[in-house]
């Protein structure tokens, strides 16, 4: 990961992870799966939300988690092994400047990442020279400019744009998702595949409201309040209206609505 994470480090952003991934995991991954005997790149696994899923989904492969940070390493390798799950290995690198041979894995994966990076395009032009003939490279990235929710709110959407705003200030993009084909083209991708992935949440399906809106999207949100203070991008009952207002949308009334989006590139 990014040392920009603007989110932090903290316990409570590794539990948020968590619960993201957990809700999340079907309508993201129930087309992730590696065969047997496959060599499978996690490039910045942070502290394992999703390498989770992605090593029990596949339990067959290998699969290989590099990150920068030697704490989030640490966190990964304790959940995963009482998870159970021992087709891992874990190696601190960073994406810039990976120890690994051309060709030297059969697929990549890359989650919740390039949002994070100023240069994702020279990120994905290195993953992709890491994919032998054949394999294949998956990408996942939300939109915070997909956001859609009831009632309306401009407080809502101020507190919002504050997060864009920091990610943006370091050097992030947390609208990436829509660009996903784009950066894929233009790091040399010919054959991307790119899907939305669509989170539609209201009192009908009260895990998604748990999991998504209140532990997941306000959750994150929430998190940055105080780096946002220092900014100046916000004043605290300013900031305090947004986060009432996004959490009336977890009422029975509510709805909430946000898209991520997946590409899968086979590498020729």
Not at 33 to 58: D, F, H, K, M, N
Not at 196 to 218: I, N
Request: proline share 4%; aromatic share 8%.
């Amino acid at each position: 990961m990014s040392h920009a994470y603007v989110h932090g480090y903290g316990h409570r952003e590794q539990e948020r992870l968590h619960d993201q991934a957990r809700t999340l995991s079907e309508l993201l991954h129930h087309d992730t799966r590696y065969p047997t005997g496959s060599r499978v790149l996690e490039a910045g696994c942070g502290t394992g939300a999703q390498t989770l899923t992605i090593a029990a989904q596949s339990p067959g492969a290998h699969v290989t988690c590099i990150d920068i940070s030697a704490e989030s390493l640490a966190h990964a390798r304790e959940r995963t092994a009482a998870a159970g799950l021992r087709n891992l290995s874990f190696q601190q690198a960073d994406l810039r400047a990976l120890p690994f041979d051309a060709a030297s894995f059969d697929h990549v994966f890359v989650c919740f990442v390039l949002e994070h990076l100023p240069d994702p395009v020279d990120v994905l032009r290195t993953l992709l020279r890491l994919v032998r003939p054949g394999g294949t490279l998956t990408v996942i990235e939300g939109d915070h400019g997909s956001v859609m929710f009831h009632p309306e709110s401009a407080a809502a959407r101020h507190t919002i744009d504050c997060q864009v705003q920091l990610q943006a200030r370091a050097g992030g993009d947390a609208c990436i998702g829509r660009r996903l084909q784009p950066l894929l083209r233009a790091a040399g991708a010919a054959q991307a595949v790119v899907s939305p992935r669509f989170v539609y949440a209201d009192a009908s399906r009260p895990a998604w409201v748990d999991g998504f809106t209140r532990k997941t999207f306000t959750a994150m949100i929430e998190g940055v309040k105080d780096e946002a203070l220092a900014a100046g991008l916000s004043t605290p009952a300013a900031f305090d209206d947004g986060l009432r207002a996004l959490q009336r949308t977890a009422e029975p009334d509510g709805v909430f609505c946000y898209t991520f989006f997946k590409a899968v590139v086979q590498v020729a």
